[in-house]
């Protein structure tokens, strides 16, 4: 039996810059499931995502999504692409996890989430937190974008990208810097010290972490727990009941903090470059 991919649409060339085709996932013929392509937004057109990729019930374990993946790589080389993008749900089994990752595909990071409780959680002794002026906000972005920046570069985006990647980022969730509605900038303060800083989101399903980070001078002593118990305080007081963040691979600390903490991933986010 083959395995092919029928295009359903002409290719889509999008507002956001990118280009899209929408396929049918064939076995000789038959229509078995569907796919859709697209470049990225951000990376640009060198670099595809499946955004979709779905099998029929009556076809699945036979191995067709496994065609249909490498069909797409296929499609993705034929438009010049380098590195193609994906991400999957977490799952009690994470079998699309473990499918994509036997096709070759690199675990670049994972959303997670967690159910908060109606009551917010107390800071330890000593710590407490307060908005970010705007004289720590400039060093604060900077420090922050040029991080943001190294995070990716280190985990195979091009350098161009990575920057690119972090002034768009930057740009749409801050383009009134600490007066950006829904945003809460805030300084950590243990015993009068300036310990960490955190910025969190709040839209209307939940809360998100954008950024936490404990000064690497008071490292080691509990801060950046302690600024996670003051993020989900904040959302708690804003009347949301989930907080989300991102961790990106590698970044045992964190992982370790953030499981401690009871948050479960939700979604991951897997990259493969293209021979």
């Given amino acids: 039996m083959t395995t092919t991919l029928r295009p359903t649409e ?99 990071n994972r959303g997670m989430e967690k159910r908060l409780g109606a009551s917010a959680p107390r800071l330890p ?5 307060r908005p970010m002026t705007e004289a720590e906000y400039g060093p604060w972005l900077d420090h922050g ?46 015993e009068g010290t300036p310990v960490g800083t955190l910025w969190l989101s709040i839209d209307e399903d939940r809360a998100f972490v954008y950024d936490v980070e404990a000064d690497a001078r008071f490292r080691g002593r509990g801060h950046g727990r302690s600024l996670m118990l003051l993020a989900e305080a904040q959302a708690v007081a804003a009347g949301k009941r989930v907080l989300g963040l991102n961790v990106f691979a590698g970044n045992t600390p964190a992982e370790r903090l953030y ?10 986010a897997l990259y493969k470059e293209l021979s």
């Fill in 10 to 108: 002409p290719i889509q060339q999008n507002a956001d810059g990118t280009r899209s085709r929408r396929y049918q996932v064939c076995v000789n013929s038959r229509p078995v499931g569907v796919t859709h392509l697209s470049t990225h937004p951000v990376f640009g057109p060198a670099v595809a995502r499946i955004l979709e990729l779905r099998i029929d019930a009556p076809d699945r374990g036979r191995g067709r999504g496994t065609v249909a993946a490498l069909a797409a790589e296929e499609v993705a080389r034929g438009w010049g692409c380098r590195r193609m993008e994906i991400s999957v749900p977490a799952t009690p089994e994470d079998a699309a996890l473990r499918w994509v990752t036997a096709l070759g595909y690199v675990q670049r």
């Fill in 125 to 129: 002794a000593g710590s407490r937190g």
């Fill in 145 to 190: 974008k040029a991080t943001y920046t190294q995070t990716w570069i280190d985990r195979g985006v091009p350098a161009d990208e990575a920057h690119a990647k972090s002034e768009t980022d930057h740009a749409r969730l801050l383009p009134q810097g600490p007066a950006t509605p829904g945003v809460l900038l805030s300084v950590l303060e243990h």
């Fill in 259 to 268: 499981d401690s903490l009871g948050y479960r991933p939700v979604l991951y």
